[in-house]
């Protein structure tokens, strides 16, 4: 009998710097593989219709990730910050996406959720995780290396 599954992974290391270059936040969490991550993944073993995931956004909504396909978007991105556009960087059946979150004007930004998505705005979300609320001032820069591991 053979027994064979897929199990869709991830987990995130966020850094955030202040103006100086110094780390004000460094950690390690892991992430919800939504639904609708797991059906997008699915969906290119038939073709490619729809877009690569190829931005990260940050929000401020510390409601738990859920992974059904009603939690498509994070609980409150924030307008202050646009998507970033990820880099990528797949080796064997790992794929890192990288986003870098710069200065911003106005006020600090409560952040507490992260997801990555296919598209600048809307899209499909894979991923989103919540994390304790760190704050990030306009003259803070966040980066995000995110890895997704299909094993």
Known sequence: MINDSIKVTGALDVKVFDANGNVKH???????????????????M??????VMSHMAIGTD???????????????????????????????????????FGTHTGVDIPVAEAGIFNAS???????????????KTADDTMTITWTITIA
């Open 121 to 135: 705005t809307g899209g499909v979300m894979l991923c989103r995780t919540n994390f304790g609320v760190i704050t």
């Open 62 to 100: 510390n409601t738990s990730a859920s992974a059904n396909t009603d939690d498509t978007t994070l609980g409150a991105e924030t307008s202050l910050m646009t998507r970033s556009t990820v880099t990528t960087t797949p080796s064997g059946a790992t794929i890192q996406y990288v986003a870098e």
């Open 26 to 44: 460094d950690f390690h969490v892991k992430n919800t593989v939504m639904d609708v991550g797991k059906i997008f993944i699915a969906s290119r």
């Open 46 to 51: 038939a073709g490619t219709s729809s877009a």
